[in-house]
């Protein structure tokens, strides 16, 4: 082949290939705003990465980034979680979020990271779960930290969603596979529960187990998603702003004339050994007419994981539907003829006659 043609077709093959790429990866620079309305602009993925919350270590590491990760809070790393997706985690450990006692040590070990090298103060900081993390964002931002995102609550899915989208962006300057196998999923559930509308909606109730106390779950992630599958979550008590309220007593009450929902029970009840078993002994006194499902341990939780919880929660409430199998036919008793065999039979005989009629004819 002509060498001008071969670099001609090189080259096509080349901007095919740049044309083919996602716009967020090929054009680089993003926006993110995080949970508090703050706006934050990124060149590219971001060279490292602090955080607390075991739910964006897990949404970095499973967007391939795991190596970006330099600083965690204690109960992001490997040891404290045993997460198979955190095993190769090598990142500072700056103690406990919770608070703002530890808060001091925290600034001062990034501090110190930065002037050893192992971190930048136009890095980026993620901290979750907690309201004292806005004063330890003021903290570090008057210590020159620049990128410090704030994420506190999530009370809806689509915000999960899109907070799982902007952690793994952040990390990987694009839209990972974690990300895009999460969609597919949601999507699934959707169209598995438009498949059901026009019909009843499946009821619902969200069990929440703390400190060896059983209470209604209420608002939250869990309320939100049991929104996306259209259940009649008959939990939810929309006077109340709380998370949580009653006791095991409500959750029987609630129950007794709701015999057909679907118990969901937190994965924190079984966190310690425990089983359905203990629950129905628990809670119903060994009552088993009502169905509990035993939630995993990322099914709510901020993560990619959270869709396989989605898809477990839809097919509680939405199980396939097997047709029924035909009975199969009684065995007759006695003499059974196979009216197909007598049919043989009636045939050969009249070709026996037939013949022995002609043969006597031709003795004739």
Known sequence: MNPKTMLAIAFAILAACIVTLPASDAEGGFEVTDGTGETFVYDGAAERIAL?????????????????????????????????????????????????????????TLVKMVDEGKFAKDDTVILTSYTSNMDLREKLESSGFSKILVWNTIDDYSQLVKMVEDVSKIATGGTPASVEKMKEKIAAVEKKVGEHE?????????????????????????????????????GYDPSSTGYRYGDA?????????????????????????????????????????????????????????????????????????????????????GFDIDMRIVGIIIVGLIFIISGAVLMSRGKR
């Not at 924190?268 to 035993?294: E, T």
């Not at 993560?303 to 839809?314: H, K």
């Open 52 to 108: 607390n919350g075991s739910a964006v270590a897990l949404t970095i590491a499973q967007a391939g980034a795991v190596d970006k990760i330099v600083a965690v809070d204690k109960y992001s790393t490997y040891e404290y979680t045993k997460y198979a997706d955190l095993r190769n985690l090598d990142a500072a450990d700056l103690g406990s979020f919770y608070g703002s006692t530890n808060h001091d040590y925290i600034v001062t």
């Open 198 to 234: 026009g019909s009843d909606r499946p009821k619902a109730l969200y069990v929440w187990y703390y400190n060896n106390e059983f209470q209604v779950g209420n608002v939250g992630i869990m309320k939100s998603m049991l929104d996306v599958c259209k259940a009649d979550n008959i």
């Open 249 to 333: 007593a409500t959750i029987v009450k609630l129950l007794e004339n709701n015999k057909d929902a679907v118990v969901f029970v937190s994965n924190s009840y079984f966190s310690a050994g425990r089983s359905l078993d203990n629950f129905y002994d628990d809670v119903f006194h060994g009552d088993r007419s009502v169905k509990a499902v035993a939630m995993g341990l990322q099914w709510n939780n901020w993560c990619p994981e959270s869709a396989d919880g989605l898809t477990a929660i839809a097919d509680a409430l939405y199980p396939e539907i097997v047709p029924p199998q035909p009975e199969p036919e009684p065995e007759k008793g």
